[in-house]
């Protein structure tokens, strides 16, 4: 097997120490190829003069966190969801995203409506796909473990991001996470049918145990997935693109990024 | 739609307070019709005495928890969960259960070979099931949800328990609890599939936040469930066998089990 290509950072893997400026440097500095920011970061700098300093320093931007969250209790809430989703899809094509990553939302507070939520993402996509086509921005859809469910994202599986994508065509894909598909029953299959459609590759790890069930995932090689197995199936489906590692985890972002960096390098090369 | 069919106890519900003496007692003196006891409750007792009161207290035994737990890192473990689950079978065939809930076990230590652990679950079904059908104890599959997939079960999936179940034929069943399977986007047509196969149904809900992920399930009405909804499913299914009502919770092991049961009766009437 080759080597998993190039890294890319994941902003949200330093967020409590650094803003956009100090990823950029800090990338350029620890040798790390690719940047995929966050949106708060990206506004924080303002997007042009981002856009301006990531293509300075040679950075390739491997996507743009995040549009989605499109269910909503009311056609108002619905409304700004997707006004937000153009403007995201905007900032991904002013800052050469190769994609804008979907979390595409959870129940409505209050709702235990899993069907209409779900019809509420699809109509979301299918709203703002001409904007996307237009702009030349992938979206890619992630698929979210289920215990996000309730409240991050009714898109739970490969297999049904794919069926969204194959009613939308062109102009969608997937991102796919480790740590959201490496459970699945049904992923080498669904692997087999992404042939084409793989928009992203996240790394980060499941620990066990796990103590928190958005902010505790590990560095790769600290936990029980087989990375290096997930990242064949999507090269054998076409997947040419590398690795971004985001590592959402109050104890790593404890840490002082300059010493987490190559951590992260150093994983990409041995664990994934 | 007809009401959800009688309730039973599962002991685990109420772990931190009351043994088996106290939870045969407490559902006949809260008219609760079946139980569901745990393994070390019924052992603490007596495996005879406890098939002697259960009887005399007239309850339904709606299942024994648990068996499974077939990975392990060397043979010796194997075959040491296969004696384990020998014994289960004779408790549930001694104390008249209607079937024994298998819990079937996650990764070995250190292992991240899914695919292997999967396989130890499948061939350790099919080790136990001679013994299974001859003591004519159903052995029922639970799916677990995903996010206990490294540490307590490889099987996460409705579909994946009945592709077990067929390959296994008579003795094998699928034990549904609404807490693993409610996000599953694939579940009305898996649902359907159960026609015939299902052994238990037991019932909690899904708080938001989820503070932990396995001790920090909610009542039934207190969370995102939709369980009527699924108990519809699995009534269309054939399913008549009531719920079984089953919740780990360190809030709810905290209170007095004689303020729980009526909760417990009343939210089987209003929210399954």
Known sequence: MNGPGPLSLNTVTVKERWGLAECIEGCARHGIPGISPWR????????????????????????????????????????????????AIAEAAEIGARCLVMVCGGLPPGSKDLAGARAMVADGLQAILPEARAAGVTLALEPLHPMTCADRSVLSTLGQALDLCEAMGDGAGVALDVYHVWWDP???????????????????????????????????????????????????AGWQGGAEVEILSRRWWSRDPDEVLPLLLERHRTAC
């Open 186 to 236: 049904d992923l080498a299959r669904q692997m087999r049918r992404a042939a084409g459609r793989i928009s992203a590759f996240h790394t980060c790890d499941w620990l066990v145990p796990t103590t928190d069930t958005v902010f505790d995932r590990g560095l790769p090689g600290d936990g029980v997935i087989d990375i290096p197995a997930i990242r064949a199936m999507a090269e054998a």
């Open 40 to 87: 708060d970061v990206l506004q924080a700098m303002g997007v042009a003069a981002a856009a301006r300093r990531i293509r300075d320093a040679g950075l390739t931007v491997t996507g743009l966190c995040r549009g989605g969250m499109f269910p909503a209790a009311d056609a108002a809430g619905r409304a700004a969801a997707l006004e937000d989703n153009r403007r």
